[in-house]
């Protein structure tokens, strides 16, 4: 009895397995290098952003303020 459940959990989790290595679900080589192209312009601009004055100034602000508190 014990085992024949087993079987059939394990069965079930096979063809769970199998149905989800058959789909095509994935991304494409192109889909990937866009992705990536993306990817990298959108850390381009983050990083023109963060380092911006305004933006270090703000942080060095936040960080002086936060070390000049008393307790």
Do not use: H
Not at 2 to 23: C, H, K, N
Not at 31 to 38: D, K, M
Not at 54 to 63: E, H, Q, T
Request: hydrophobic content about 55%.
């Amino acid at each position: 009895m014990m085992i024949t459940a087993v079987r059939r959990v394990g069965r079930g989790a096979l063809e769970r397995l199998s149905r989800v290595l058959r789909g095509d679900a994935g991304m494409s080589t192109a889909e990937y290098a866009i992705g990536t192209i993306a990817a990298a312009a959108f850390a381009a601009v983050l990083y023109t952003v963060v380092t911006g004055d305004a933006i270090v100034g703000a942080l060095d602000a936040l960080v002086q303020r936060a070390l000049s508190v008393n307790f």
